[in-house]
């Protein structure tokens, strides 16, 4: 499946329209549990909750509770202001999805070792400044969110995460990244990378270091304030998607002249870039499954003059 969600359940970009059979991931559908959001409700047969979303209010509560809820495959405690998470959590047995972001947590629990289906963790908008180690115990865990943890060592972080064996979605975003950690090259398993909103980012730097990741095959390079692709894009013969939302100055000819070197290529996502034409040339584009370019300032002849150029392509206007 090819999607630009992050946890699989809460939304980065859920649009149906951006979704292609291009890239089959075996997917745990944490969506097919309903969700409750009142303590109060849940704890009327807490054995039957299996996705809780606790109010900030309720924490103590749920704190006393927590043990009555043995079957809780899903946990949100969002935007509270925490500075721990140090609930007696591990009696939660069955948890597979852990979403704590817009707290203010710089550290994660020596119990979270204990759940061993933990799959997802969402960590963004918090205050980390390193990993614990005893994530790489955790033989489940395959998707991370980092995203907005600017006080995070990143050198020691790409060390933690090329140790997390099952590793296969990972968010940076909003990190104020100048390099990708080089140890993220040993995440062999890596198929989705979210680096978006790091406008100083070194791209020559990231592609060498996403060069070595055989696995990766959906980039997110949203809001990085490119100009231009590094004709180095060419090694990346494993991607299949790359998303290059909100880059206006990033030149579309360019572009299509880079992609033709991608053999792998399928889709591409170039949304709210202040483009009115695309190149005469668009045999760079050929090979695409998926073109999106919405939120841009096409006409209408345009469009019709795309939309006959690639018509073995599903172009989004």
């Not at 908008?125 to 395959?142: A, G, W, Y």
């Not at 360019?254 to 040339?281: M, S, T, Y």
Request: glycine share 2%.
């Amino acid at each position: 499946m090819f999607t630009f969600t992050s946890e699989h359940s809460y939304n980065i970009m859920k649009s149906k329209q951006i979704i292609i059979l291009i890239l089959v991931i075996p997917l745990v559908c944490f969506s097919q549990h309903k969700k409750v959001t009142s303590l109060v409700t849940a704890l009327e047969e807490p054995e039957k909750v299996t996705w809780l979303d606790i109010d900030c209010e309720e924490i103590s509560d749920f704190k006393n509770a927590i043990t009555k809820f043995g079957n809780i495959k899903t946990l949100y405690i969002t935007d509270c202001n925490l500075k721990t998470i140090s609930l007696g959590i591990e009696s939660l047995q069955d948890l597979r999805l852990l979403n704590i972001q817009g707290n203010s947590i710089s550290k994660l629990p020596e119990s979270l070792k204990m759940l061993e289906k933990l799959s997802v963790l969402n960590l963004r908008n918090n205050s980390f400044v390193k990993l614990p180690q005893f994530l790489t115990d955790l033989s489940q865990l395959r998707e991370i969110d980092l995203a907005e943890n600017k006080s995070l060592n990143f050198y020691e972080t790409g060390k933690v995460l090329s140790k997390v064996k099952q590793l296969d979605f990972l968010y940076l975003s909003k990190n104020q990244l100048k390099e990708l950690p080089r140890g993220l090259a040993e995440c062999k398993k890596l198929k989705e990378l979210h680096i978006d909103h790091n406008p100083e980012l070194d791209i020559e730097q990231s592609i060498s270091v996403l060069s070595q990741i055989a696995s990766l095959r959906i980039l997110v390079l949203s809001n990085n304030d490119l100009s231009c692709i590094p004709d180095s894009i060419h090694v990346l013969q494993q991607i299949e998607g790359i998303v290059f939302d909100n880059n206006p100055n990033l030149s579309i000819k360019d572009l299509g002249f880079r992609l033709q070197k991608l053999q792998n290529i399928k889709a591409v996502v170039f949304r709210n870039n202040e483009v009115k034409h695309l190149p005469e040339d668009l045999s760079g584009f050929f090979k695409l499954k998926l073109f999106d370019l919405r939120g841009n300032d096409f006409s209408d002849t345009e469009k019709d003059r795309i939309k006959n150029m690639l018509k073995d392509t599903k172009v989004l206007f």
